[in-house]
C-alpha cells in the first residue's frame, strides 16, 4: 500500500490477496519492531516500573540535561531559537527549568521540517511516518529504528497483558483495509502472521455490521485492541439486539481516541471484557497509561510531561499535556504542545504506590470543548450523551458563542420523547444562556483516519 498503483492492485484484489498482502505487512512490521533494541528497552521499562518516584525524577533529569545538550549541539532548529533567546545548555538543569524555553507548536515543527533533526543522524536512517492530522495540518514524523522498538517494547512492558503473547486478536484502527465501495463482506483482513484480523472501521453500517458480528462470534479473540467509538458501534449494535458472544475477549485495549464513559459502559455491558486505556501520540512524546490499578498514570521513565492549567473541572484541574520527550536523540522534541487536555488533581495518590500523578480523565484535542458565554468550557459531552435515550450518535458542533447544533443519529425506537429529553440534558448541563439547535443526519462523518470527533469548535479555529 506505499504507492498508487499498489494501492489500486490492493483495492482490486480478492480476500485471499489481501491476507497475503497484510500477513507479508505483518512480517516486515515485526522485523521492524522486535529486533534490534526492542529486548533492552523491553528490560528498561519492566525495571523502571519498580523505580521510586524520586529515582524517576532523578533519571529525568539527567536525560532531560542529556537531551539538552544534544539538541544545542547537534539540531538547527534548536541552535538558532535558543541563542536568539540567549539560554545556554547550562540553564536547562532540571525538569522545572523546562518553563524557561518557549513552547513548540506542531505549526514549529512542520515549519522547521529537516531543521529539527540532530545532524548526526543521517536522514536515510529515518523512516517517516504521516500523521492523522485530524485537527489540522497532516505532520511528518520522522523515527529512527530504536524509536520504533522502544514504543513496541513500551507497549509491551507497560500496556499489554502478558498473557496475549501469540493469542489471536482483532484490531479496530484507522487503516484503509477495504475499497470504500465495497459492499460485500469481508470487512476485514487477516494478518496470520500475527493471528491478527483487521477490522475495517470505515464500513459498519447498520447494513455491514450482522456481518462483523458474526466473523467476532465465530472467531475468537483474546482480545481487541483499538479506538473505542469503533468498539463501541459494534457494542451497541449488539446491545440493541441483545445479541452476545459466545466467547468474548479476555481484554479490551483502547488507545487514540478518548475513551468516554459510555463507552466503557457499552463495552462492559456488551463484552465484559477487562477495559485497559492507554494515551500516546504519534510523536511519542507523552505516555498515560492504565496500571493494574486501575488508575491512568502519567509514566514517567517513558517521557517527561507537564501539565499546564487552564481550567478546572469537577473540581480537579483541567491541563494541557506539553511533552518533551528523553530518549529520542534523532528528533529531539523540546515542550511540544500536543493540544490534548487531562483532568487531575495533585492530591490523588495511588493506593497500589505506583508513582506518576494519577490522572483523572484524558480530552480530545484543544478544539474539542465548546464555550459558553460565561467562558465556561465544556470539554465532554458524554455525560450528556449517556442520559440521551435511544439516539445512536451524538455530536456538538459550535460555531459562535451562544449557540449550538447538535447533531443526531437515531437508534430505532426514536420520538418526540427523546427528543425532549436531549433538550433536557443539555439545559440541566449548560443552562439557558446557550441556544441549542438540533439536526438529525443518518452518520455523523469520521476524520480521515477513522477518528471520532464529538465536539467540533469552529469558534476556536
Ligand atoms: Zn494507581
Excluded at 129 to 134: N, R, V
Excluded at 264 to 287: K, M, P, T, W
Aim: net charge positive.
Amino acid at each position: 500500500m506505499e504507492n498508487k498503483v499498489s494501492r489500486a492492485f490492493y483495492d482490486c484484489s480478492p480476500a485471499l490477496f489481501r491476507n497475503i498482502a497484510a500477513s507479508g505487512f505483518g512480517v516486515a512490521k515485526n522485523y521492524r519492531r522486535y529486533r534490534g533494541m526492542f529486548r533492552v528497552w523491553l528490560n528498561f521499562f519492566k525495571a523502571a516500573q519498580g523505580w521510586t518516584e524520586e529515582q524517576l525524577h532523578e533519571f529525568q533529569n539527567l536525560q532531560l540535561r542529556e537531551m539538552v545538550r544534544k539538541a544545542f549541539q547537534e539540531v538547527p532548529y534548536y541552535q538558532d531559537r535558543f541563542a536568539k533567546l540567549g539560554i545556554t545548555a547550562a540553564d536547562i538543569r532540571s525538569v522545572q527549568d523546562l518553563a524557561k524555553l518557549p513552547l513548540l507548536e506542531k505549526s514549529d515543527v512542520i515549519e522547521a521540517g529537516t531543521d529539527l533533526i540532530s545532524r548526526a543522524w543521517p536522514i536515510r536512517k529515518l523512516r517517516w511516518y504521516p500523521t492523522s492530522g485530524s485537527t489540522g495540518t497532516p505532520l511528518q514524523v520522522p523515527r529512527p529504528y530504536y524509536i520504533e522498538q522502544m514504543e513496541w517494547a513500551f507497549l509491551h512492558a507497560r500496556f499489554y497483558p502478558s498473557d496475549v503473547i501469540n493469542s489471536p486478536y482483532s484490531s479496530f484502527t484507522g487503516l484503509e483495509l477495504i475499497p470504500p465501495n465495497q459492499s460485500k463482506p469481508p470487512f476485514w483482513v487477516d494478518n496470520w502472521m500475527n493471528r491478527q484480523r483487521m477490522y475495517s472501521i470505515f464500513h459498519m453500517s447498520t447494513r455491514n455490521l450482522p456481518y462483523y458480528i458474526k466473523s467476532l462470534d465465530s472467531r475468537y479473540s483474546h482480545l481487541y485492541i483499538g479506538y473505542p467509538s469503533a468498539m463501541y458501534t459494534i457494542a451497541k449494535f449488539m446491545q440493541e439486539r441483545s445479541f452476545y458472544l459466545h466467547r468474548p475477549p479476555h481484554y479490551i485495549l483502547t488507545s487514540s481516541e478518548e475513551l468516554q464513559p459510555h463507552y466503557e459502559d457499552a463495552l462492559l455491558d456488551a463484552f465484559g471484557s477487562n477495559i485497559r486505556n492507554r494515551y500516546g501520540q504519534n510523536e511519542f512524546v507523552g505516555s498515560i497509561t492504565m496500571y493494574d490499578c486501575g488508575h491512568l498514570h502519567y509514566d514517567m521513565d517513558y517521557s517527561i510531561l507537564e501539565f499546564l492549567p487552564v481550567g478546572h473541572e469537577d473540581g480537579a484541574i483541567l491541563a494541557e499535556v506539553v511533552g518533551t520527550n528523553m530518549h529520542d536523540t534523532a528528533w529531539p522534541l523540546i515542550r511540544y504542545r500536543t493540544g490534548d487536555l487531562v483532568v487531575y488533581n495533585p492530591d490523588d495518590h495511588c493506593a497500589a504506590g505506583y508513582p506518576g500523578q494519577v490522572i483523572r480523565r484524558i480530552h480530545g484535542r484543544t478544539g474539542r470543548y465548546f464555550e459558553l458565554p460565561d467562558g465556561s468550557r465544556i470539554t465532554n459531552i458524554s455525560v450528556i450523551a449517556k442520559k440521551c435515550t435511544n439516539v445512536k450518535l451524538m455530536q456538538v458542533v459550535q460555531q459562535e458563542i451562544g449557540s449550538i447544533l447538535v447533531r443526531v443519529v437515531r437508534a430505532p425506537g426514536y420520538s418526540s420523547k427523546d427528543e425532549m429529553n436531549i433538550f433536557q440534558q443539555f439545559r440541566r448541563k449548560i443552562g439557558n444562556s446557550t441556544n441549542i439547535d438540533l439536526e438529525y443526519v443518518t452518520d455523523i462523518e469520521r476524520t480521515t483516519s477513522g477518528k471520532f470527533i464529538s465536539i467540533i469548535n469552529e469558534v476556536a479555529k
